[in-house]
Structure formats: structure tokens, C-alpha cells
């Protein structure tokens, strides 16, 4: 039995670069940084001392976040040190538009979860994904993503009584 | 044999119908699981944990490590066939199964990648039914400041022996042990890093952070990547099998040597990944002909497939006897037993011996199951590789969310997940490690009580941490651990100028 998938829009290998390894270094060790500045603040302004029977409450997130800054610090460091020459594309733009190709429709379901529920939100993630993403027939997509949709219900919320937000349809039929 | 009397408690337990069902259907899933691109082990276990929320621990665990067996079946599946390992622990195995399969011996490749997988775990579990029980005998002992200096140890080792940047480690790890201590803190009953936010106010919660930075995450680098695949799938007859096995006592050496890494490596934080390279270029350095590596040789496969699946199932060895993982997945399983209202550590052995003996008893038996299933169903599984990613990849994005919610029935936990999902994203491409992140988000709080204990008790003294040969040794070991690189440069250093002296003179 042969198996062959073939991807016509996979990245091209050699495209330009959106974004390259070092700045993306220093923007994650700053932000790293700010965090650790953030919470080893309010672990501070909690108590970060010692008392007579051990450590106060921000104690240990204090020294942590002191442990954090200063291992970020270093990473900034390292990374403006790193010769630009010799940098390498974090993501290419082929790649970064297959990325967001994922993420943007994932928090459009996130967003979608509040008001409609989980199943419907779910519904409406896999058709768009399948139909606008995968370019498969429309029929093909609603087909897929109704079973899909329905197994999960019955086996989350029915049979194994792990119970997900709902919206209006879920409503309507009075569950 | 007080161990045989307990295992033949743990098989009573097991044999029900009801149990026996979830562990199969734990199998399917977890193969699926393995075979899937953009879902691992680890994930895996984290997706369909809200599925045993409530069932009674025992089914739960029994069904969760299914999963995990059935995962790591899977991950020699598509490595040989389509050279892409489904798992990071399989890729060693494509360096030669991938050749056999292209030189028309898939099915030879796939016998030996199944049944290497089980004698390595197989060996695995019975150093658990033998020594674990023992371990947490001794742990027994523990106290508090015993508990701190062995949690302490194994983030020590994390930092020494890991192959990463350094900072990078410490990054991860204290980013882990801070999110832990985001909410209520037990001690003092003190709102910690919640800056007024209702929501932070239950924590971060580990399952949540897994399912986002291994989920989310990989679903992301799936899209990055080419998806194309072509290979050609071999049924695999009862002859072919036969043939195979009857091939297998030649390579003794192999098979015990890499179950002896793989179990190593289990136990103390290096991981499956790392047992199944050390076994392949172990059993390469030894081989006499070095050279037909990496074209098909069997043994190129039997040695990284044993030593994965002795790893991954050792791992779970420190997990059951102390509470302490060995792994990503054992630090989900954990997460598990403390979600089920179980308190890991050596007591589970004194207080839980129907889940404790039923979990091991169904590592056997799941381990020669899932052998038989997957000898007998290969090209089913394959065939799932047909299913455009287009069609997988929202309905695990789904299972995530509903994962995430689960857990506490918080709508913010999703959006908690999709944010831990790009920041797993972005440490995958940037090698920061995400298993100190896991393992601390699990143990911090448990490590910090430990601590507190341990100074309420001394009066806030920290000798306590030296204050008997037990707790001394270990907390000098994590020390020496934690310095371990630069120890050994120092000792490297000193053997130089010793072997330069005798040339001068």
C-alpha cells in the first residue's frame, strides 16, 4: 500500500527572512526581564524577608525572580554580543503566514468560545480551517467537523460528564 | 516474595472488563497519539487527561499510561516508514530503519522496532515492581528537609547535566517555579502575583501550561514545515515476525545495554531523547563493521528503540516511589494523581497499594497488548497519515481547548493555553528547554513547603540541610550537580597538568 501527501503550499526554502534569531533573543530576554522586574516587585512589597521560623511569603518568589532577571540579563547580553553577520531568520515569511494561518483563526475560537459555546465554536474552527486552509470540499469540511463535533459531546459531556461551556444553540435545546 | 504477592493483587484488580477496555481503548488512542505529526507523548496524555477527571484513579491511570505505551509504539511507526519521527526519542531510530524500509524490509524494521520497545520496557518495570517499593520504604524516612534536599537535587541536575545553554535552563526552570507560586500561598494564606486578578487567584495551572506549550506549540512548528510525506507501507505476516525474533538472541549485548542506559537515564532526569541517541552510538562504537550503520542495519534499530522505551518507562520510577517525574509525560501522570485526590510520594505505597500494584500490573500486560496490536495493525495506523493536516490540526486544537478547560472549568485557561502556547512556540525555535518549565511548574509548590516545613521545624536554621548523613549527602550531591560542569572542567584541568608533568620531567 503506497501512502503519498503531497503539500503544494509548503514554505519555500529559501525566502526572506520576517524576523531574525537575535532580535527575536533580545525581545524574549527583555520581556523575561520585565517579568522578572514585575514580580520580584510585588513578591518584594509582600514580605521578602526572613523571619524568626523561615521565610516570609515573597521570599522565595523574590529570589527567584532575582535568579530569572539576572539569567535574562545574560541572554541579553549573549545575544547583542552575537556577531549580526552571522544571524540566523527566526521565521521566514512563507512560514510566519502558515503560522498565523494557525494562530489567528485559534484565537478567533477562543474569542468565539465565550459567546457561542465550545461545540459551536468547534464547528466553526474545523469547517473554516478545513474549507479555507486545506482547500477541501465545503461538503467534506461540514461532514468532518458535525461528526467531530457531535463524538466529542457525546463523549465529554455525556459519557464522561466533563461538562463545557455552552451557548445559545445548546440553549435551544435545552441543555 | 512479598513483590509477587502484591503484582498478583494488582492483576486481580486489572482484570475487569471495564479496565481491560480503557486500556485498550488507551492503546488505540495513545498510537494515534504517536503517529499524529503535532501530537506527542506528552500532549497526548495532557489532551485526554479531562477524559478521566472522573473516573476512579485506578481506571484513570490505568488508561492515561495506556496512552503513553501506545505513544511511544506509535513513534516507530512513522520514523521507519516516512522517516519522520513522530517523536523526538524516534528519531535516532530512522537512521537505519528508514533504510530498511526503503530496501523493502519494513516490516522487518517494524518487528524489530516494536519488540525492542517491549523488551526495553519490560525490563524497566520489573526494576519498578522490585525497586520502587523498596525506595519509597526508605523515603519513608523522609522529612521535610530530606524532601527539599532530593526536590533540590533534581533541579540541580537539570541545570548541570543539561545539554542546553546554561542561562537558557535557569530561565526556563525559574520561570516555572515563579508561575507555580502564582495565586494563594498555603503557608501563610497570602495572595501572591495576582495583581487583583480574579483569575490568577486559582494559579497557573501545570495542565493548562502543558497542554499550551506542547500542544499549541507543535501545532505551530507542524505548519512551519513541509507536510509532504511518501513511503510505501508494509503488512506485517506472522512469518516475517517469527523470522525476525529468531534473529534477536545475536544481539543480546545491545538489547541489555541499551535497556541498562534507557533505564538510567529513566530514573534521573536525562530522559528517552537522550537514551536513544547514547543507545545508537553506543551500539555503533561498538559494532565491528562501523560503517554499515546508518544502512539499515537491524541492530541500529533494536539499540535506540530499547533504550527509548526503557527510558520512558523507567521515568516513571521516582514519579510512583517519591513523587518526583522522570519525564514530561510522568510529570503529567502526576499532575493526574494529585487531580484525582491522590498525594504523590512513598506513602502512595502504603495507602494506595490497589493503584499503585494496578498501575504496574498494567504496564505488563499494556506492554504485551500493545505489542500484539501494533504487530497486527500497522498499515490501519498508517493509513491515518492520508488524513490531510488541514483536517487533524483543528480538531487538536479543539481537544486542546476543551483539555484546558476542563481542568477548572475557567474560560481564561484557554486564553492562558493559547498564550503558553506561543511562548512554547518561541522556546522550541530558540532552544530554550521545556521540560525544567514542566517539572518545576509541578514540584515548585510542593518544593517551597518542603522548605518552609523544613524551616519552621529547624527555627529557620539552614543547617538542617547538613544536619544528618542522609540529608547532607543529598543536598551535597545536588551542589556537586549543580557545579558539575565546572567540575568537571576542573578535573579535566588537573588530569592535564598530571600527564604534562611526567613529559617535562
Redesign the interface.
Known amino acids: 500500500m503506497e501512502i503519498d501527501v503531497e503539500e503544494p503550499a509548503a514554505p519555500a526554502q529559501d525566502d526572506r527572512a520576517v524576523v531574525g534569531s537575535r532580535s527575536v533573543d533580545v525581545v524574549v530576554t527583555l520581556l523575561l526581564f520585565g517579568l522578572a522586574c514585575l514580580l520580584g516587585f510585588d513578591s518584594w512589597r509582600l514580605g521578602a524577608g526572613w523571619e524568626s521560623d523561615g521565610p516570609q511569603a515573597g521570599y522565595f518568589p523574590f529570589y527567584l525572580s532575582i535568579l530569572l532577571g539576572a539569567a535574562s540579563l545574560f541572554g541579553l547580553g549573549s545575544a547583542l554580543k552575537a556577531r549580526a553577520a552571522a544571524d540566523e531568520p527566526f521565521v521566514t515569511r512563507d512560514q510566519f503566514r502558515r503560522v498565523l494561518q494557525v494562530l489567528v483563526p485559534t484565537f478567533l475560537f477562543v474569542l468565539l468560545i465565550q459567546y457561542l459555546g465550545l461545540y459551536v465554536a468547534s464547528f466553526i474552527l474545523v469547517v473554516g480551517f478545513m474549507r479555507f486552509i486545506g482547500g477541501i470540499a465545503l461538503w467534506k469540511s461540514a461532514l468532518t467537523a458535525a461528526v467531530f463535533v457531535v463524538a466529542m459531546f457525546f463523549v465529554f459531556d455525556v459519557a464522561f460528564d466533563v461538562i463545557m461551556p455552552k451557548g445559545p444553540l445548546e440553549a435551544a435545546f435545552g441543555r | 516474595m512479598e513483590a509477587f504477592e502484591l503484582l498478583w493483587h494488582g492483576f486481580q484488580v486489572l482484570l475487569t472488563f471495564k479496565t481491560l477496555s480503557l486500556m485498550m481503548i488507551g492503546l488505540v488512542l495513545g498510537i494515534f497519539v504517536g503517529v499524529l505529526p503535532g501530537l506527542g507523548g506528552p500532549n497526548g496524555v495532557a489532551i485526554l487527561l479531562?477524559?478521566t477527571?472522573?473516573?476512579d484513579p485506578t481506571s484513570a491511570i490505568v488508561m492515561l499510561s495506556s496512552i503513553y505505551w501506545g505513544a511511544l509504539f506509535g513513534g516507530a511507526i512513522t520514523s521507519i516508514?516516512?522517516n519522520i519521527p513522530g517523536e523526538a526519542w524516534s528519531v535516532a531510530t530512522t537512521f537505519d530503519g528508514y533504510p530498511m524500509a526503503q530496501q523493502g524490509r519494513a516490516a522487518e524494521a517494524l518487528t524489530a522496532a516494536f519488540t525492542s520497545s517491549f523488551i526495553g520496557s519490560f525490563v524497566a518495570v520489573v526494576l519498578i515492581t522490585f525497586l520502587a517499593p523498596r525506595i519509597a520504604g526508605f523515603a519513608l524516612r523522609f522529612g521535610p528537609p530530606e524532601f527539599f534536599a532530593v526536590y533540590l537535587l533534581t533541579f540541580c541536575s537539570f541545570v548541570g547535566l543539561g545539554r542546553e545553554q546554561r542561562?537558557?535552563i535557569?530561565?526556563s526552570m525559574?520561570?516555572g517555579?515563579?508561575l507555580a507560586?502564582v495565586g494563594m500561598?498555603t503557608?501563610?494564606g497570602?495572595l501572591?502575583?495576582t495583581?487583583g486578578s480574579t483569575d490568577l487567584l486559582r494559579g497557573v495551572n501545570f495542565l493548562v501550561a502543558v497542554i499550551g506549550l506542547f500542544g499549541?506549540s507543535e501545532?505551530?512548528l507542524t505548519?512551519?514545515?513541509?507536510?509532504?510525506?511518501?513511503?510505501?507501507?508494509a503488512?506485517i505476516s506472522p512469518r516475517v515476525v517469527w523470522e525476525t525474533w529468531k534473529t534477536l538472541p545475536r544481539y543480546w549485548v545491545t538489547l541489555v545495554r541499551s535497556s541498562a542506559i534507557g533505564c538510567w537515564l529513566g530514573i534521573t532526569p536525562g530522559g528517552a531523547i537522550a537514551a536513544s541517541f547514547m543507545g545508537y552510538n553506543l551500539a555503533k562504537r561498538f559494532a565491528r563493521d562501523k560503517e554499515s550503520f546508518g544502512k539499515g542495519r537491524i541492530d541500529g534499530v533494536l539499540a535506540p528503540e530499547t533504550a527509548a522505551h526503557a527510558a520512558g518507562t523507567s521515568a516513571l520510577l521516582p514519579m510512583l516511589a517519591l513523587g518526583i517525574p522522570g519525564s514530561g509525560t510522568a510529570a503529567i501522570l502526576l499532575g493526574g494523581l494529585m487531580v484525582w485526590g491522590l498525594n504523590p510520594g512513598p506513602l502512595l505505597f502504603v495507602e494506595q497499594k490497589s493503584f499503585v500494584w494496578g498501575l504496574i500490573a498494567s504496564m505488563y500486560l499494556g506492554n504485551i497488548v500493545g505489542l500484539v496490536l501494533v504487530l497486527s495493525t500497522v498499515?490501519l495506523f498508517?493509513?491515518v497519515?492520508?488524513v490531510?493536516?488541514?483536517?487533524i490540526?483543528?480538531?487538536i486544537?479543539?481537544?486542546c481547548?476543551?483539555g484546558a478547560?476542563?481542568v477548572q472549568?475557567a474560560?481564561f485557561d484557554?486564553?492562558l493555553m493559547?498564550l503558553f502556547?506561543?511562548v512554547g512556540?518561541?522556546f522550541k525555535?530558540?532552544g530554550y528547554p521545556l521540560a525544567p518549565l514542566t517539572l518545576a511548574l509541578v514540584l515548585g509548590s510542593r518544593t517551597?513547603d518542603a522548605?518552609?516545613l523544613a524551616?519552621?521545624g529547624a527555627?529557620?536554621d539552614l543547617r538542617v540541610f547538613w544536619s544528618n548523613w542522609l540529608v547532607g549527602t543529598i543536598t551535597t550531591l545536588a551542589l556537586v550537580m549543580l557545579f558539575w560542569p565546572l567540575i568537571e572542567k576542573a578535573i579535566g584541568g588537573a588530569g592535564r597538568l598530571v600527564r604534562m608533568r611526567p613529559a617535562k620531567a
Open positions: 479531562p477524559l477527571f472522573t473516573m516508514l516516512f542561562h537558557k535557569v530561565i525559574s520561570l517555579l515563579l507560586g500561598d503557608v501563610s497570602q501572591r502575583m495583581f499549541i501545532i505551530l505548519m512551519e514545515e513541509r507536510l509532504a510525506l511518501h513511503g510505501h507501507v503488512k498499515p498508517a493509513a497519515l492520508r490531510p493536516f488541514a483536517a490540526a483543528p480538531m486544537l479543539v481537544s481547548a476543551i478547560y476542563a472549568n474560560l484557554i486564553w493559547l502556547g506561543v512556540y518561541v525555535k530558540r517551597e522548605f518552609r524551616m519552621i527555627g529557620g
